[in-house]
């Protein structure tokens, strides 16, 4: 999937969960660096591949991304795997640690699970295309759903575009709308 796709996933993931999981109250500063880490979560996989737009935007992203590339054993492999997901969460789970005495007012917890969140759709989303997803790894088998290649989803291609982005928006607009009164409860309530 495209970054724009894997961004709007992960943002609905954790749409979906902040209103439906009960939870504490939490800071609008947490809330504000919950989303950020839930957009960074969504695209992160995908730093295995030299054209990710983390190394796009880097000046000297090019080179980081083919060593990476390297490094992470090329494209769709150990980030995109549970055993990836474990991993990261420790690494994120360090830095938010390193960055919390500047940012006291901030639930750390709460932005590693938005973190996480955005990383997990991020596998899902990328099981419903054509190359599939190394769950398993070190098993080398890659999944994907439908079980059938033929009936998956091209990264990038026109269901891509105008079925699946499509597809998510009208799924917020539902959700949204029929949890309305939840929605605004936990914004007067939850977010101090
Ligand atoms: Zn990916």
């Known amino acids: 999937m495209t970054a724009r796709t894997h961004d709007i996933a992960a943002i609905t993931s954790l749409g979906v969960i902040f209103v439906l999981v009960p939870m504490q109250a939490i800071t609008l500063a947490t809330f504000i660096v919950a989303i950020f880490a839930n957009l960074i979560g969504g695209i992160t996989p995908d730093i ?39 991993l990261f969460g420790f690494l994120f789970h360090f830095l938010l640690v390193f960055l919390h005495p500047i940012m006291p007012s901030v639930n750390i ?6 973190f996480m969140i955005g990383m997990f759709s991020h596998l899902v989303m990328d099981t419903l295309t054509k190359e599939g997803v190394p769950w ?22 026109w269901v891509e575009t105008f079925v699946v982005f499509p597809i998510i928006l009208v799924f917020n607009a539902i959700f949204y709308s029929h949890h309305y009164d939840q929605l605004l409860y936990l914004i007067h309530n939850k977010i101090i």
Do not use: C, M
């Not at 090019?62 to 795997?81: A, V």
């Not at 917890?109 to 938005?114: L, P, Q, T």
């Open 48 to 86: 295995d591949q030299p054209t990710a737009p983390l190394w796009r935007n880097l000046p000297i992203g090019k080179y980081l991304g083919k060593i990476f590339d390297k490094l992470l054993g090329g494209h769709r492999f150990i980030t995109h795997s549970i055993l990836g997901l474990v």
């Open 136 to 157: 398993l790894l070190p098993i080398p088998i890659k999944l994907g759903l439908p079980p059938l290649k033929e009936w998956r989803i091209t990264t990038g291609s």
């Open 109 to 114: 917890g709460f932005v590693w699970w938005a």
